[in-house]
T-cell receptor, first 115, second 114 residues
C-alpha cells in the first residue's frame, strides 16, 4: 500500500540552526501538507501546497518557515533559525489526485528537538 | 472558523467493553469528517471518514461512526475493545469539497484495562 515517508524520524538541533524535514508523498497525489504536534497538544495545520505554490498557511507558518518541492518526489519543510518552541512532532501529509483531494494520508512524523 | 471539540480527554475501558468517543464540530455547513488514531510514537492513521450519504460509516479495526447533523456530532464507536486499541484518537474536519486544511480536536486518550 502506498504511504507517505518522512526522514529523519528524529532530529536534534541547536537553537538558531536551520533544519530541513523531508517527506516523500504518495506518488500520484497533488496536494501536500505539513502539520505539527507539540507534545501533549493537538495536531495543528501549518501549510498546504498545490501546483508548486502555497495554497494556505496558518499564523504559525511565519517567515522562519518555508516549503519546497525540489523535484518530482520530495516535499520539504525548512525552519531557518530554530527556537525552543519549535520542538514538536512534524507530520507530512498528502492527498489527491484531483477529485479525491480531501482524504489526507499522513507520514510517521519527524520528532524535532531544539536544545 | 470551524472547530472540533472532543470533550473527553482521557477514557478508560475494560477489554471487551463497548466504546464511544465523542466529537462535536462547529461549522457553517456539513464538513467532511474524519477519525484518526495515533499509537504512541507513531503517525496518524485514518480510521474512517464521512463525506456524504449513509450517516453510519464503517472503518478499519472494527470501528464505526455516526454522523448526526442535528447534533453536529460524529461519535466513534466500537462494540468490543481490544487491548491493542489503546491509543490517542483524533476527530478532524475539513471544508467540504476542497483540499483544505484539517482542523483537529484535542484528542481522546484511550486506556484499555485487562
Amino acid at each position: 500500500e502506498p504511504e507517505v515517508t518522512q526522514t529523519p524520524s528524529h532530529q536534534v538541533t541547536q537553537m538558531g540552526q536551520e533544519v530541513i524535514l523531508r517527506c516523500v508523498p504518495i506518488s500520484n497525489h497533488l496536494y501536500f501538507y505539513w502539520y505539527r504536534q507539540i507534545l501533549g497538544q493537538k495536531v495543528e495545520f501549518l501549510v498546504s501546497f498545490y501546483n508548486n505554490e502555497i495554497s494556505e498557511k496558518s499564523e504559525i507558518f511565519d517567515d522562519q518557515f518555508s516549503v519546497e518541492r525540489p523535484d518530482g518526489s520530495n516535499f520539504t519543510l525548512k525552519i531557518r533559525s530554530t527556537k525552543l518552541e519549535d520542538s514538536a512532532m512534524y507530520f507530512c501529509a498528502s492527498s489527491g489526485p484531483r477529485g479525491r483531494a480531501t482524504e489526507a494520508f499522513f507520514g510517521q512524523g519527524t520528532r524535532l528537538t531544539v536544545v | 472558523a470551524q472547530s472540533v471539540t472532543q470533550p473527553d480527554i482521557h477514557i478508560t475501558v475494560s477489554e471487551g467493553a463497548s466504546l464511544e468517543l465523542r466529537c462535536n464540530y462547529s461549522y457553517g455547513a456539513t464538513p467532511y469528517l474524519f477519525w484518526y488514531v495515533q499509537s504512541p510514537g507513531q503517525g496518524l492513521q485514518l480510521l474512517l471518514k464521512y463525506f456524504s450519504g449513509d450517516t453510519l460509516v464503517q472503518g478499519i479495526k472494527g470501528f464505526e461512526a455516526e454522523f448526526k447533523r442535528s447534533q453536529s456530532s460524529f461519535n466513534l464507536r466500537k462494540p468490543s475493545v481490544h487491548w491493542s486499541d489503546a491509543a490517542e484518537y483524533f476527530c478532524a474536519v475539513v471544508r467540504t469539497g476542497t483540499a483544505s486544511k484539517l482542523t483537529f480536536g484535542t484528542g481522546t486518550r484511550l486506556q484499555v484495562t485487562l
